[in-house]
């Protein structure tokens, strides 16, 4: 649902439980990023490094991590 203006406030100062906006941008422009985001667009996959931040910081967030080597069943 897109809103303006005036009918924008109503929305929001009449709602009764919760009220979500996402913000999003007309184009997804990162100079650093262009090349990866191009081979993203090109195959659909995402190719990241297993020691990159982003996903280190995510994996411990979660609580969950990969163990560095099989479980071993003596």
């Known amino acids: ?7 924008w406030n109503e929305y929001f100062e009449s709602f009764e439980r919760e009220a979500f ?4 941008l007309p184009t997804y422009s990162v100079a650093a990023e262009e090349d990866e985001y191009a081979a993203f667009l090109a195959t ?7 020691d990159d931040p ?6 411990s ?4 991590s990969v163990p560095l080597s099989g479980y071993a069943t003596d």
């Open 1 to 7: 649902m897109r809103l303006d203006g005036e009918q």
């Open 21 to 24: 906006r996402l913000e999003t």
């Open 44 to 50: 659909g996959r995402l190719e990241l490094p297993d």
């Open 54 to 59: 982003w996903l280190t910081k995510v994996d």
């Open 61 to 64: 967030t979660s609580g969950l």
